[in-house]
């Protein structure tokens, strides 16, 4: 047989394969939970999908809750409890009780409040802050700055390296449970573990870990924990974020933003700041009532859900996705830079490869969406709640057709 009729047999048995596959998917009906077409959508890691009860929800609280109940909405609809209702709807979903998590705000505001709050319950002597060496730029921007306004150094360092770093001068820690770029998994027991036994404070940043796996933020001892909701969470662009303050801490975070809705007593409009117990205290101001009430109602979606069989389908639509692409696409153009271990993988999977932002620009007009990171890296999210292995499998075949296009070996360009 030709080596035409030999991968057309391959391709055909990879097909059948991925039909098998979603036709036994225990999530495969919460697909119609969302807005979709006939783009295979592996984006979810930036901007989750739709779901389908958002717009209505959104529509009655502009045209009722706004519209005709105005001010009153603020009781009568439960506006001004949404920050810690919908903190304790996220909760499950990274492995908290309720009462210690709080909507609002964006990442970076988070970042900032819990980093500056975790310096603050530090010891004396403890004048440097740690910080992931591969972190997304702006958290790393943010803890220098918090390393400025409380007096501290900052050292990067890799996450694998930490236990090694720490010592009797650190303060906190901050780390990223998922590589933005790599989709590496890090070990957040083990080294939420040893930052306590070195008796600092653990912030960790969630944006690509919650909704795509287990956290278990309770379990495993971590003190603060930040995230965003627009990946997996499916909040929308722009939705806020969330702070997990643990409950053995909220005694003694210090927000360096003590806004007003975070006060004891917001309504007395006292002229002297008394925080508010509970991870109320990481409220600030008002809160964002449109985005959070279309986040509140995205949420729904998680109903029934259970976060084993997540974990399960994100591993193994990225193991199918890898043998799609070593079955189409010839050696030595692209390079997964993603563990293969189970262990060490998030719900993502990212190749490099020669003129990546051109090979990205042509599969997204071929209606297969996923993303570039400079300088040479595809990002292939993958959301388990609506991504299946037929998406997965065409969008290796179509890689394939693309890079005979473009051309360039791994690396160059």
């Not at 225990?26 to 930036?46: H, Q």
């Not at 609280?61 to 439960?78: F, H, N, Q, T």
């Not at 959070?292 to 591993?315: F, H, I, N, Q, T």
Request: hydrophobic share 45%; aromatic share 6%.
């Amino acid at each position: 047989m030709s080596d035409a009729g030999t991968g057309a047999v391959a391709a055909a048995e990879l097909v059948r394969r991925a039909e098998k596959l979603d036709a036994g998917d225990p999530l495969a009906g919460k697909r119609s939970s969302f807005v979709l077409d006939g783009t295979v959508y592996l984006d979810g890691n930036s901007l989750g999908a739709l779901p389908v009860g958002v717009p209505a929800r959104v529509a009655d609280v502009i045209a009722r809750e706004w519209g005709e109940l105005r001010i009153r909405s603020w009781d009568e609809s439960g506006w001004w409890t949404a920050p810690e209702r919908i903190g304790d709807r996220i909760a499950p979903l990274v492995g908290a009780a309720p009462g210690q998590i709080v909507v609002g705000d964006s990442t970076s505001v988070n970042v900032f409040k819990a980093m500056v709050g975790a310096a603050r319950m530090a010891g004396p002597g403890r004048d440097e802050i740690l910080v992931d060496a591969t972190t997304f730029p702006t958290d790393g921007y943010i803890a220098r700055s918090a390393a400025r306004l409380t007096g501290r150094t900052v050292r990067a360092v890799r996450p694998e390296d930490v236990p090694d770093a720490l010592s009797g001068r650190t303060a906190a820690v901050l780390l990223n449970h998922v590589d933005y770029r790599t989709g590496r998994l890090y070990d957040l027991p083990g080294l939420t573990a040893a930052v306590r036994a070195a008796g600092a404070v653990s912030v960790w940043d969630l944006c690509h870990s919650a909704g795509a796996l287990p956290v278990g933020l309770d379990e495993h001892g971590v003190d603060l924990a930040v995230g965003c909701t627009y990946k997996y969470l499916n909040g929308g662009p722009g939705s806020p974020a969330y702070l997990y303050v643990s409950r053995a801490r909220q005694d003694a975070f210090d927000s360096p933003l003590p806004g007003w809705t975070s006060h004891t007593d917001p309504f007395g409009m006292r002229g002297t700041y008394e925080p508010a117990p509970g991870a109320v205290r990481g409220r600030v101001g008002t809160p964002d009532i449109l985005s959070m009430l279309a986040l509140e109602a995205a949420l729904d979606v998680w109903d029934g859900v259970s976060l084993a069989d997540v974990r399960a389908k994100s591993l193994a639509l990225g193991d199918f996705f890898l043998e799609c692409v070593a079955a189409y696409v010839p050696d030595g153009r692209v390079e997964c830079v993603t563990p293969r271990a189970h262990g060490e993988r998030g719900s993502q999977v990212a190749l490099r490869c020669g003129g990546a932002e051109a090979v990205m620009r042509e599969l997204i007009s071929r209606g297969v969406v996923g993303d570039f990171r400079h300088p040479d890296v595809l990002r292939f999210g993958l959301t388990p709640l609506y991504v299946g292995f037929g998406d997965v499998e065409r969008a290796a075949r179509v890689l394939a057709v693309v890079l005979e296009g473009v051309g360039g070996e791994v690396g160059v360009g």
